[in-house]
Structure formats: structure tokens, C-alpha cells
């Protein structure tokens, strides 16, 4: 039997405990309430907030040569300060929820009260999330409750069975007009986009059933109340077993795609989830059990116009922690990692038409904030299109966010090696190109190009002339990293498509004229342009390692570097580093990178520890999604590699995984790969791919050429 059931013993205590439903678009929170259940519910785009195109302030451009003087001339701290002025947005810059940039928010909470009952929770009561069925349930007497959402007819459904007698159905949301009706609940507000929520119920003997659907005007001149009734009608004239069908449909067709087993892995499935993470080291089953939530999340939460934000869709406040918006500094990038490998491509497309928007918006920031040609966006991101600075540079002024993003696309070819995703987005690869040709200029120090000013994400360096704590500098290794990388990517989009080849040529002479990766006097990958004094040597963020993961800059044919990058995470974690959820699973994927089972597995022990609520969400804290995605990844990437021109089968397998299978993982160049091991070895292993496609597999320390598909037995 898979591990594919989070169940506790009793209701959730808040909403860190509730258990998590949605269909991409719409999402709910399950608390499990004996006497009360309580529905959080949410919608993708119930965002407050505005298109405002005045953030982008021409002061940086115009102070773009002195900013760069002072940062060449070794006076960081006077560049700081001017940088602080001039290198940030325009006006009120971003997060808050009466703001142009807005925030995420609820869409309501729906209460049943059920009048009279026992509040004790009774012996037997059960609660779960049943992952390949989008299902979650409580039980308990001759009570039984479901929950689902379907995607076909994009309704939150729920069934009540047992003692239904004189319960009453609330539903309560702050700014909102709340109309009652008789078995119906209207809400209709204004964010100021429109918005609306309807929930229908109706009692049957000893049977309630809910439900409720929400919508708002978010790229649409439809009525969002006109869409909710006609969604519901549909729903509704389907019926509750079409929708619950329609449901476990889904779950299981995007969960069963691949699969990952460890020997072991039912031992303690019948120790309720919350007991299971008070002691995972010994635990394979909830590795596998984790691999599957996170896939189900993903599923979850992104298959509908917007990407899956900070908290996925599921979020219970008004104005949430960094507006549950869209940080593109590494933690979107993050929600994303693992779904190529685990065959979930089309759950990126949000994601991508996001892309696309930021691109669109982003070619105005490039013209006004820096005077360059083609598109830029900044580290962070909301549903209208924001691209700017953001309102201090130690975060604001990384400019190679949204080129980061297109590393996705790249992903996408090179997992599918089908040349229409390039045709699709090489305008939007080449405007990121056209900026950084324009905005790089050369270090008189050292000769290079460089991006400058410029920052390593969130963190600082102590300025060597005063020892004050600074972020501004030219050059940091992320960005060189990444413009290296986009340089490329676009040299090949072009070739592949026999277009742009005057272009590719200029970004090739470009590519060779980059700062090359260096090594600073301990013997640690740099972070910035010079061997600077760390201010926090402990810091969350690695963004020096991007080429050794996501990217593959460093791997073990780079020799230097690939030794450089473990010293670097020693370092880090030395000092404190990965006290946050999603750097924590960023270290995971980095000691899988490195070949190491036992660190990388080592991590994920913490992040289960450390990092993880009782409903197994990740804790940053607070709840942010990317750590459970990272980590999701990471257990992928322990077990399969394809980064660097072969397939590298078991690459970080831990001891405590020594036996297992995984089915139908996915490797770049189109393949699926199969394995079945046995005390750390593999004693099978198939590879299907594409008749004439090319590879390498590594296997048991054999390399074995082939072509299409291959099977391998020990």
C-alpha cells in the first residue's frame, strides 16, 4: 500500500493543524471540529491591490554612473547610501493591503455549528487527508464528513452524515456584503477587484451537503456573482458523486504518474502524522509519504491563471506575511523545481503565462529604471504585473529574478527536447538577453562585465574600508551565474530554431567576457565580486551555489568548484544557516548535487524536525509552501540526476532508503526512469525514451551508452 494518508487522532487546534484541499483555483482549510467544523476557504486571485505603473523611478537611472563610481572605487558605504536613496522603487513601494500592490487574502470562513453536540472528541474520532483522492474526511461515531474540490465544475463540495439535526451554516468574510437566503449564502465585495462567494446547502434525512464556489474580476469583465450561480448550477445538476469522482480523478492521474517506494515504508502508518514527525529518523515511509504531499500541493494549488504563491492558496489572513506574493528571488522558482521530474508539466503553465505577464511589465522598468532595452523584474512580484525595485536594496536590487525564471523554460525543453516551448518563449528569452548586454558594464578592476549596482539576494558584506554592514556591489556570483546561463540558454534557443544567429553571436562574445566562478581564502565558492567579511556567515540564502543547484555550473567534472561548493554549505550550516524552511530544502538538493546521501538525508531529518507543522505544512516560519516543494525535490534529486549529459541513477542514496523502487521518474531528454535497488545497489533498472535519443546511464558505478531505451539487471 502507498503512503498517501495524513490522519490524526483529533480536530486541528488552528489552522497550522488544518488539513489542505483545493483544485488550483479554489482552496480550503478542514479544522475537523467535533461540535463545529470550520472551513477556511481561499480563491487564486482574491487579491487586493491595483495595476500601478508609477513605481519605476527614473532617479536610478539617472545616478546609474555615479552608483557604479563609487561601488569601482572600493567606497561601499558611500555607494550604500546612495544606493538607498536612488536604487528603489518610486512612492509607496510595496506590501500592505490598502496599497496599490495589495495582498493575497481569505476568501471567508464557512462555519456548520452543530447545535447540542458534545464537544468531547470522542475515542474513535479520525481525521484525514487522503492524497491520491484530493479527499479529506473525519469520522467518528456514526458521524462521517468529506471534503473535496473539483476541477472540472470548480466547487468546494462537502457532505455531513450522522447527526445533522439542527445544524446552522455561517460564513463570515470582513469587507464583504453577506446576503442569507434560504439554503443559500451570497458575499460580494470589492478588493477593489470584484469579488464574490456563494455557497449553497441542503438537509436530507440525516445528510448535509455544502457547496460553495468563489470568483472575482481578475482579468475578466464577467459579473464574478453571475459566475459563481452558473458554476454552482453546473455543479450542483452534476451531483456530489460526479464531483467527488471528478476530484479523485485528478489526484489520481497527476500522483500516479510516479512513484516512489522504500522498504519499511508502512511500518508506521498506523502512528497518527503528528506522532510520526516527532520521531522521522528512522521513519522511511514518511519520506515517501512527503514526496507525495508535496506532489498533491503542487496539484493543489497551481492549475489555474496564477502560479502558486508564498503560501500555494491557501492562506487565512487579510493581509498575509509578504502578502503571500510572488517572490522571485528564489522561493516561485522553488514551488517548481520538482514538477518536470515527477511528470506534472502542465501544472508549470501558470507559472509560465505568469512569465510571460512579468515580461510584458517588465520593459517598462528597464527603460525607466536603467535606460536598457528589453525586460527586467526584481525580486519580488504580485497578480499586476509588479516588476520594480523594491524599497531597499539589501532585497530590491536583484535584477536577475526574472531571468532566473526562464531557467523553468529551459527545463521544459530540455525534460521534453520539443523545440515549441523556445518558439513560444524566445521574445521573452531574448528581452532578458537584450537587458543584461545593455546593463553589464565593465569592471576596471578586474576587467570583466558585471551587473552594477547590483546585490547577492537579502544578504550583506562588511564595506573593507569602514566595516559598515553593506549589500550594494558590482557583480555578485548569482548574477553572473544567471546572466551566464540566460546567455546560453538563448545561444541555443536561437541555434535550435535556425534564428537570431547575429544575436547568439553577440551574447557568445558577451558569455566569454563574464567573470568566471572564483574561489575565495577559505576555500568557499565567492559570493560577491571581492573575498568579502561576511556580516552573517550564517545567512538563509546561498545564492553563490546557484550553479552547483538549480543550475548545473558546478558538477563533478568542474574539479575546484565542485569541492569549493561543499565547503561553502559546511560553512553555512557552521554559522547557523538553514533555519528557515525552504533553505533547508535548498541544502538538501545541494548535498544531492554533491553525492552525498547521508548530509543530504541528514537535512531532511531537519527540515521534518525543525521546519514542518503538524499537517505536515513547511515553516519558514510562518508557513511558507517552497520549503515542502524544495523538499520535495530533494527527494527526487537523491534518487535520480540528469543535470550533467548523463542519468545518473541512486546518485545520493542514504542508508536509511537502502531498499526501495521508484516508477516512471522523469530525466532530461525525454526519459522515464524505473528502479528497483536492494542494500544500496541496483538490481534493475529500466530507461524508456525517444527512438534515435542519446544518453549515458550510471548505474552501480557501470556508464553504459545507449540510445532510446535501455535495461539494466544486476
Known sequence: MKENRLWYTAPAADWNEALPIGNGRLGAMIYGGVAEERMQLNEESMWSGWVWPESDSPKTREHLDEMRRLIFEGRYTEAQQLCNRYMICRGEGHHGVRGAYGSYQTAGELTVTFLGADEAVPDDYRRELILDEGRAAVTFGNTKREFFVSPTYNTIAARFTGAVGGAVVRYARDYAAILPDDGEITAVGYLPLAYAVLIRYETSGDTLTIWATAATAYHSDRDPRKVCRETLDRATAAGFDALRDDARAYFADLLGRAEITFAGSRAKADVPTDGRLAEPENDPGLAELYFNFGRYLLAASSNGVLPANLQGIWCKDYEAPWSADYHININIQMNYWFAETAGMPELVRPFFDFLKMIAKAGERTAQIAYGCPGWVAHAISNPWGYTSLGCNPVYGAFAAAGAWCLRHVKERWLFSGDDAILGEFYPVIRGASEFFAAYLVRDPRTGYLVTAPASSPENSFKSPTDGATVNICAGPTMDTSIVRE?????????????????????????????????????????EWSEDFEEAEPGHRHMSHLYGLYPAAEITRSTGETFEAARKTIERRLACGGGHTGWSRAWIINFFARLGDGEAAHENFIALLQKSTLPNLFDNHPPFQIDGNFGGTAGIAEMLLQSHDGAIDVLPALPRAWAVGAFRDLRARGGFRVSTEWKDGCVTRCTVEGKPGVRSILRVNGEVIAFEGSVEYTA
Do not use: M
Open 486 to 526: 540566460l546567455f546560453r540558454f538563448n545561444i541555443d534557443a536561437a541555434r535550435a530554431l535556425g534564428t537570431d544567429e547575429d544575436f547568439a553571436r553577440k551574447l557568445e562574445d558577451l558569455e566569454g567576457q563574464l567573470t568566471p566562478l572564483r574561489i575565495g581564502k577559505r576555500g568557499t565558492i565567492l
